[in-house]
């Protein structure tokens, strides 16, 4: 997908003649499997919204929207062999064939430039946390990756692909445990999970806790699927626990064990006044920025050395709600960690009714 901000005149519609195959040629070189989207628009949250709602083809309508982490720091660009090296390594491609090299070069010189720093952000903090809104109105899953340019460097020979589904401060998500989580998930040959009925399907509000759980779930298995991240890191599922009993990672194992996602339960107990703020009991919403700064404390002692993080996107705010604290709690939650993304869920992403 890409976006075309301007006016809708003879100039707007050349260039957008003019970008179209270039990026068509992209998805063609990079050998990605992909619809190309183009849009003309004066501003990026309204040319969202038009992707949002037009992007796909007939029954094959994305469900996830993947954003950037919005900050002010200059984006990275690897270039062409950065590019063939992720592809490489990601996806099973061969793009060591010099052709190959030189023709994905080729095509990405011609991409347009990205952002530099004489030039001004195209997007204000409200346009970028109204995208969210608009996505999770729309039933859309949402991914906002931080650190992605450190991915490379972050993997070593042998890691490990780090999931913390659990990272939500108590006071936004129903008071379910996980025992609960475990019995909401439909046991094979229930008809009440039926795939063709319920999988890609929006969540009533109060299972979006559920549904974002399962989904990193879901997005650390597929990509441990992948021969290279399989052959080269461990999947951990990491669970906070406030006492030393078996309790919580049994229940978690055998939840595991119905969606049939292999990984090691790596149980979690905070110390000192993480114990405080990390428990259910003794938090305030009041208290988020301090919530998500201990968690991503708790985070960064246990992952600091993991490839990927996936975690979960802190609530964002309903309409008319200022986006600063928001802002402050997603920077609060994923600074100084690895490459990490952070979900939130809108769809029924598993079934075990196969």
């Known amino acids: 997908m890409s976006l075309c901000l301007c006016l809708l005149d003879e100039q707007s519609v050349r260039l957008y003649r003019d970008q179209l195959p270039i990026w068509i040629d992209f998805v063609d070189a990079s050998k990605l499997k992909a619809f190309v989207e183009l849009t003309i628009s004066p501003s990026v949250r309204q040319g969202a919204r038009g992707l949002l709602t037009t992007s796909g083809l007939g029954g094959m309508k994305p469900n996830t929207v993947v954003l950037g982490y919005f900050d002010h720091s200059m984006p990275v660009d690897g270039g062409p062999s950065a590019c063939c090296q992720a592809l490489n390594k990601t996806g099973g491609f061969n793009f060591h064939a010099k052709e190959t090299t030189e023709k994905l070069a080729e095509v990405t010189n011609k991409l347009p430039c990205l952002r530099t720093e004489e030039l001004p952000q195209l997007i204000s903090p409200h346009d970028y946390v109204g995208i969210i809104q608009d996505s999770i109105q729309l039933h859309k899953n949402v991914l906002v990756v931080r650190n992605a340019p450190n991915l490379e460097a972050s993997m070593p020979k042998h890691g490990t692909i780090d999931l913390w589904p659990a990272a939500l401060m108590p006071g936004s998500r129903p008071r379910r445990s996980l025992s609960e989580l475990v019995a909401s998930a439909t046991p094979m040959g229930s008809p009440e999970m039926s795939h063709d009925s319920l999988v890609g399907q929006p969540m009533a509000d109060t299972d979006h806790y559920d549904s974002t759980y399962y989904m990193i779930l879901q997005l650390g298995c597929v990509l441990h699927m992948v021969p290279y991240w399989k052959s080269h890191h461990r999947l951990r599922i990491m669970t906070v626990v406030h006492d030393t009993t078996e309790r919580e990672r049994t229940t978690l194992v055998e939840l595991l064990k119905k969606l049939r996602i ?93």
Do not use: I, K
């Open 262 to 354: 292999e990984g090691d339960v790596q149980p979690v107990t905070p110390s000192g006044t993480q114990q405080l703020f990390l428990d259910p009991e003794h938090t305030h919403p009041s208290d988020s920025l301090t919530w998500y700064s201990e968690m991503n404390e708790l985070m960064r002692r246990h992952s600091h050395s993991a490839s990927v993080v996936f975690t979960v996107l802190p609530p964002p705010p309903t309409a008319g709600q200022p986006v600063n604290h928001f802002m402050e709690n997603m920077e609060a939650l994923s600074a100084g960690l690895p490459p990490t993304v952070m979900v939130y869920g809108s769809s029924t992403v598993v079934s075990t009714d196969l």
